[in-house]
DNA sequence: TAATTCATTGAGTAATTACTCAATGAATAT
DNA sequence: ATATTCATTGAGTAATTACTCAATGAATTA
C-alpha cells in the first residue's frame, strides 16, 4: 500500500502549496503553473491529482468548511464566554496551526472571490457567524455583560478584527498573535 | 474647455468603477472588459483613458496613498490620543466617503496582491503605521493610558482590526458602522 | 460653412494560461 | 522474470484576455 500512501501525501502538498499561494495572491492570480512549481512537480501531473484549478480551490473549501463547523460548536455558552471562546479558539489555531489558520482566511476570502462557479458558493459561509452572534449579543446587553450599542456594528467589529488579525498572520506566521482577550474587550462591558 | 471637463469626469467614471471592482474581486480576476462595461464604454475606448490596466490601478494608487498622508498627519499626539483619531479619522470616511473607504482597502490589499510591476510596489505601504505605532505603543504603556502587552502585537491587533472591519464595511455599505471607540479599546488600559 | 480635432467603436492580434495527451519508466503484482 | 499499473513529463491546444488600430461621426474651431 505503499503507492496509496505516497498519492496522498502529493495530494497534501498540492494542497498546502495552493493554499498558501491562493491566500497570498488571491485565486485568480495564482497559476497553475505556480502551484505545480511550489510543489516541485510538473504541471501537467497536477491535474492528475486534481481535475481542475477549481476543483483544487474546492477541496479547500470542504477542509475550511468542516474545519469552520467545529469552532463553531460552542452553543450553549453565556454570550460574553461564546466571544471569548470564538477568540481563543481562532487566534490559538493561527498560532498553532498554520494550516487552520489559512484555511479560516480561505473561507472569508472565498465569498468575494470572484469567478467561482455556483458549486463552490455552496460551500460560502453566508456570515452565519454574525447572523447567529447577533442575537448573543442582545443578550449579553441584557445581562450587562457586553456593551451598549448596535448588536450589529457589535458584531462586525468583533468577527471583521479577528478577521483581519487572522489575514495578516496568516502571511506573517512570524509576527507575535495578539492576546484573544484584547479583542473580546471591542464588546465587553467593563 | 467642455471636452477637457468630460474627460476628467470619464476619467473618474474608470476610476470609481474600477476601484470597485478592484475591491471586490481583485486585481487579477477584474477584466478590463468588466471596468469598460461597468462605465458603459466600449473596452478599446478605456484604453484611450488609461494605457494600461495596470496604471488604472497605480491612478488608484497615487490616490490612495495622497489621502493616507492626510490621514497621519497626526503626528505630535499623546500615545492614546493618536490611535483614539486615528480609529475615528478611518472609521468616519469609511461612513461618508465610500471611495475613499474602498481606497484604504486598496491601498493594504495591494500589498499583497501579486503580478504588479516593480513600478506599483513604490507605491505601497510598508506598514509604516504598525513600525511608527510600536513606538508609540510602548510610550503608552510607561504613561499608563495602554494596557501591557507586546507590542507589536498591540499594534497588529489595532491596525489588522481596523482594516478587516474597513475591508467589509467598504463592500457593504449599507451596514452600521462601528463605534470607533471600540477599537480602541483593543489596547487602552482601563 | 469648412476644417479639424478627438471621443468612440468593434474587429482583430499576440500573449497568456488552464488543461490534454501520448510516451516513458519505475514500482508493484503475478 | 513478466506483466501491469500508474506517477510523471513535456509538448501541444483551445480559450481567454489585455491591448491595438483603422474607421466614423460628433463636437469644436477657423
Redesign the interface.
Known sequence: MKRAEQKEKRRQEILAAGLDLFI???????RTADVANAVGMSEGLLFHYFETKEKLYLALLQTAANGKDNVFELKGLSPIKFFEETAKTILNYIAKEPFAAKLFVLMNRAQ????LSEQVKEYLMRRKDIDYSVNLIQEGQKDGSI?A??P???A??FF??????A???A?HPE?????PE??V????N?
Open positions: 497570498r495572491k488571491g485565486y485568480a492570480a495564482t468575494y472571490e470572484a469567478a456593551r450599542g448596535d450589529v456594528a457589535l462586525t467589529a471583521m478584527a479577528i478577521q483581519g488579525i489575514e495578516h498572520i502571511r509576527l507575535p498573535v495578539p492576546n484584547w479583542i474587550d471591542i464588546i465587553r467593563k
